[in-house]
T-cell receptor, first 115, second 114 residues
Framework: GAVVSQHPSRVICKSGTSVKIECRSLDFQATTMFWYRQFPKQSLMLMATSNEGSKATYEQGVEKDKFLINHASLTLSTLTVTSAHPEDSSFYICSASSQGNQPQHFGDGTRLSIL | AQSVSQHNHHVILSEAASLELGCNYS??????LFWYVQYPGQHLQLLLK??????LVKGIKGFEAEFIKSKFSFNLRKPSVQWSDTAEYFC????????????FGKGTRLSVIA
């Protein structure tokens, strides 16, 4: 069964709205979670690494003030897309692994559509 | 820079045909390699992984992959595909240094026709 839960699965909202996406590890503790973004017909691109109890590490070109990441506990990381615009429409996916060198488990993803 | 290349963008096969999807990686140091599958409308699922040991890795649903270090390759194979194998396949790699993010290839779409 799924070991990483991501919510919501689909969001449609107006431009200027902030949207929060949750990623939970269900049966293990994850000190590190990853947030990816997938554009249509393209591969997943790492956005940021979410570290429990500390600031996230963002990849080059990802605006940290726009994509706020909070990793408040060992089982929950959130991604907030602030003041979303149509160009932020994408598929956002989180992943986590229980410890180093274990394969990552992916959430079901969140399809974000900004009108 | 670390990268993963998948040679085929779209592969179309008839049922029972054999499959081989190419994957090459560029990584410094030891590398972990993965193949993920994404069925239409579903999330990514792990097919198989290579960390160390036997370079021929067997995964779920009859898939296997071979790690050839000299060629920096990790090709995915299946002797006889089924219609239900229609999906997007992603090769991914990470450095063998703890909990590190994955670098994905661009994916290969497999369409299996009856």
């Amino acid at each position: 069964g799924a070991v990483v839960s991501q919510h919501p699965s689909r969001v449609i909202c107006k431009s200027g709205t902030s949207v929060k996406i949750e990623c939970r590890s269900l049966d293990f503790q994850a000190t590190t979670m990853f947030w990816y973004r997938q554009f249509p017909k393209q591969s997943l691109m790492l956005m940021a690494t979410s570290n429990e109890g500390s600031k996230a590490t963002y990849e080059q070109g990802v605006e940290k003030d726009k994509f706020l990441i909070n990793h408040a506990s060992l089982t929950l990381s959130t991604l907030t897309v602030t003041s979303a615009h149509p160009e932020d429409s994408s598929f956002y996916i989180c992943s986590a692994s229980s410890q180093g060198n274990q394969p990552q488990h992916f959430g079901d993803g969140t399809r974000l559509s900004i009108l | 820079a670390q990268s993963v290349s998948q040679h085929n963008h779209h592969v179309i096969l008839s049922e029972a045909a054999s499959l081989e999807l190419g994957c090459n990686y560029s990584y410094g140091g030891t590398v972990n390699l993965f193949w993920y599958v994404q069925y239409p409308g579903q999330h990514l699922q792990l097919l198989l992984k290579y960390f160390s040991g036997d370079p021929l890795v067997k995964g779920i649903k009859g898939f296997e992959a071979e790690f050839i270090k000299s060629k920096f390759s990790f090709n995915l194979r299946k002797p006889s595909v089924q219609w239900s194998d229609t999906a997007e396949y992603f090769c991914a790699a990470s450095s063998n240094s703890g909990n590190t993010p994955l670098v994905f290839g661009k994916g290969t779409r497999l369409s299996v026709i009856a």
